[in-house]
């Protein structure tokens, strides 16, 4: 009876392993055994949830697109995304962009989309994405974005960018390195990549390390942080602040040229908010955390890798938001300022291992439609403003110093990825800036930039070219193609 004993513990230690294997390393089986774990997959897409008063009843229309760019390490990949419209709605249609995770068309969001007779687009999501999100993750998803805007059917002036968590932070950074869409929402993103990836989410593992199998002090941080870890590999020298910076939306924050809301909880043990703002976040700690657990941010990091979003962006353009949540639910609509960067915190309580991106019992739906509806009417010629660093950022990419975009020459001068198409898009963004306002505007705009940049003389030559293709690609469309 004793050895059955030992034989029986052996089977289901051996059957827990292997249900906590599936766990950490695909978010798509935590789907299918949510049932068993209590895990809702939007904890991590952030997608509202869906309910039958704003469900759509017509029909869908689905497309699969296949996108070819070049990676970091030059060479050709392929990946997918697919883009949903409702069948009855004709001529260009506005488009939201769900970056990095694939829209799941059971939620609120998505029926509210197609009511309003909305085109959507998202990648078809794997959970290996995760590894390479400041990398060819990012990459891809400028590509996406790219040829989401070259596509029949959209409204190139109305283009909006909605992402959660990971692909909160590709939200950051599709608005930060691009110029052409009418606004972002980035529902809890990591801001901070240094602190994020590597200091936080190292912490979490330790953590966990410690716990008993039974007792997981950080389960759902144990499910997510292997997926992720693999992003320390694109930074090899830890004290490279600059890399660091690059890749985070905290050192783009001054690029923001669009409206941007985030949307951020004070109680999410994924992404802490001290990362989005240092003024709400809790002194108080649960007692699983030790003391010296960095549930806030050092002070000591290299560079800027202390600071928050909010420390980073232009004083003149933000906006912080506080709300008090009441019962831990947030059933409202979502409001913004009138400046390119609104930070809404809501306060559902300290951070608790037992969480997500929300504390354990917040309940409830932002609406953010208001907001798209405002941005979608303004249009990208009401929505767009050029800002200095943005300005520079695309000079930069024209002289193919880009960090965060490699250019590739030499591979395929046609895909995303190469120098070639990396000019072309600069073009085409200050093209179609100049449309919508006019040529004497960007180019005092770029002079001003310029001027305060840390290389007028260097920046002064790229510009020269880059303003004569400018007005050549506005007489002549096809030149530049």
């Known amino acids: 009876m004793k050895n059955l004993g030992k034989i029986f513990g052996k089977l ?56 070819s760019y070049i990676t970091n390490e030059g060479t050709v990949d392929e990946r997918q995304i697919i883009v949903l419209k409702p069948a009855e709605v004709a001529g260009d249609l506005p488009l939201i962009y769900i970056p990095h995770y694939e829209i799941d068309e059971n939620t609120a969001d998505f029926h509210q989309y197609m009511n309003h007779g909305w085109a959507v687009a998202s ?45 909160g932070y590709m939200s950051l950074m599709l608005n930060m390195l691009q110029m052409g ?161 609104t930070i809404n915190i809501f306060d559902d309580g300290p951070m608790n291992p037992k969480g997500t991106h929300t504390a354990p019992g917040t309940t409830g739906n932002l609406d953010t439609m208001k907001f798209l509806e405002e941005m979608f009417e303004k249009t990208l010629k009401g929505t767009e403003k050029a800002e200095s660093a943005k300005l520079i950022l695309m000079l930069e990419r024209y002289a193919g110093e880009s960090v965060q975009l490699l250019p590739h020459k030499g591979i395929d001068d046609t895909l995303y990825g190469s120098f070639a198409v990396y000019r072309q898009e600069v073009i085409e963004e200050l093209r179609a800036y100049v449309v919508n306002n006019s040529f004497e505007a960007l180019d005092d705009q770029m002079e001003t930039a310029i001027a305060n940049s840390k290389d007028p003389g260097k920046f002064s030559q790229i510009w020269k070219v880059v303003k004569a293709k400018v007005k050549a690609d506005i007489h002549n469309p096809l030149c530049c193609l």
């Open 181 to 341: 869409t009418c606004a972002s929402i980035a529902n809890s993103p990591i801001a901070n990549v240094y602190y994020n990836l590597y200091v936080y989410f190292h912490a979490c593992d330790e953590l966990n390390q410690a716990s008993s199998f039974n007792s997981i002090t950080m389960p759902i941080q144990m499910l997510i942080s292997k997926s992720f870890r693999p992003n320390l590999d694109n930074f090899p020298d830890v004290q490279d602040a600059d890399r660091w910076a690059a890749l985070s939306p905290i050192g783009l924050a001054k690029c923001i040229s669009n409206p941007v809301v985030v949307n951020h909880y004070t109680g999410d043990i994924l992404v802490p908010v001290d990362q989005i703002t240092k003024k709400y976040t809790y002194s108080e700690r649960n007692k699983a955390f030790p003391a010296d657990f960095p549930i806030t941010m050092g002070n000591d990091y290299p560079g800027i890798l202390s600071h928050s979003l909010e420390e980073e962006a232009d004083p003149d353009e933000i906006c912080v938001q506080y709300y008090k949540l009441e019962n831990q639910n947030v059933d409202m609509e979502m409001t913004a300022s009138n400046k390119l960067l």
């Open 12 to 67: 289901i230690r051996g059957f827990l392993c292997a249900v906590v294997f599936l766990i950490v390393f695909g978010i798509s089986t935590v789907v299918k055994l949510s049932s068993l774990t209590g895990i809702d997959a939007n904890s991590f897409t952030l997608q509202n949830k869906g309910t039958e008063t704003v469900k759509y009843e017509g029909e869908i229309l689905r497309e699969k697109h296949s996108i």
């Open 123 to 167: 990648p078809v999501f794997s959970n290996k994405y995760n590894s390479e999100v400041t990398g060819n993750d990012l990459v891809f998803n400028n590509a996406a974005l790219y040829q989401i805007r070259h596509m029949d059917g959209i409204d190139k002036e109305r283009i909006a960018i909605v992402g959660g968590s990971a692909g």
